[in-house]
């Protein structure tokens, strides 16, 4: 569509962004290329997540560097924050409007249950930590049922985990915030991904990630963040066909994010800590995203007054 809509409007300044995903879908239907790289170069700006984003659109694509601007993803800044009352208290207005939080430590992923998500290696990962030198917590997963059997296999995998791994659900934005407000870490094991939105909800919050290191994260993540406890970057799980892992890989995978997170609990979070990663993810709320695009559609519209007066 967007390769389209440069050819339909030839002459209007045209502004895409570019999530990542689309990258994907070019390993998964290369027959496809043909129709879209041609447009796709002629945009006048491509918006992407992150410095991987912009080398991996300009090597998919050829757009030349020029053309593509680093504008990130946005999280509601309303919502999303550190909170300003204590984590039981937070506990305790969750659970009377009906959301069962458990007492203890709290793992919490947010997203889709689905092996692309890393959901099932998550779940094998934390029954090995709790086994072993973790302190006991509970794994909430957020999020809907994935699509297909794939979906359908990690549901079931939740299920059968017992008491120690709570699945909430869909639940709305306002809740999701407080749930990450009041969690020790946030867990995201993907296959892939482009910024994940949840990973910049949790952290705005002051929530420590433990996250894979696919390259679009590895290179938005400050490794000062790393070292001060913020982020724990575990090494990627190994795939074929950009999200279809290698069999062989996976019991260190699992392995690593068990140790990711018997690591990240036992380095316990303080107000100041959980301040100071929020106070990181401004340049990453709403009101920032919308400040740059606003000033790429100032730059162009500028460059066509200035070319139809010439």
Not at 75 to 89: G, I, K, N, Q, V
Not at 202 to 220: D, F, K, M, N
């Amino acid at each position: 569509m967007t390769s389209l809509a440069r050819q339909v409007f030839a002459r209007v300044p045209l502004v895409a962004t570019s999530h990542h995903a689309e990258l994907r879908q070019m390993v998964k239907a290369p027959h496809l290329a043909p129709r879209v790289i041609p447009g796709v170069r002629g945009i006048d700006r491509i918006g992407v997540l992150t410095p991987q984003s912009m080398r991996d659109t300009i090597d998919a694509y050829g757009v030349d560097e020029t053309r593509i601007s680093i504008t990130g993803a946005g999280y509601d800044e309303a919502l999303f924050h550190p909170s300003a009352e204590s984590p039981a208290t937070t506990r305790q207005r969750l659970r009377q409007h009906g959301v069962r939080i458990p007492d203890g430590p709290l793992v919490t992923f947010v997203g889709r249950l689905s092996t692309a998500k890393g959901v099932p290696f998550l779940l094998r990962a934390a029954a090995l930590a709790r086994a072993h030198a973790a302190p006991a917590f509970h794994l909430l997963l957020v999020g809907a049922t994935g699509s297909g059997d794939d979906g359908a296999r990690a549901k079931e995998m939740a299920d059968a985990a017992g008491d120690a791994v709570v699945h909430l659900g869909v639940q709305p934005p306002e809740t999701v915030a407080l749930i990450l407000q009041c969690s020790n870490l946030f867990a995201l094991p993907s296959l892939f991904e482009g910024l994940p939105l949840t990973m910049l909800e949790a952290a705005a919050c002051g929530c420590p990630c433990l996250v894979s290191a696919v390259p679009t994260i590895r290179t938005w993540v400050p490794p000062a963040w790393v070292e001060r406890g913020h982020f724990a970057l575990i090494p990627p799980l190994a795939t074929t066909d950009a999200d279809v892992p290698v069999a062989v890989d996976v019991p260190r995978f699992i392995d690593a994010i068990a140790a990711g997170i018997t690591s990240m609990l036992s380095r316990p979070r303080t107000d100041v800590d959980r301040s100071d990663l929020a106070s990181h993810l401004v340049p990453h709320s709403w009101s920032a995203v919308f400040a740059r695009y606003e000033s790429i559609y100032r730059e162009l519209i500028g460059e066509k007054r200035a070319k139809s007066r010439g």
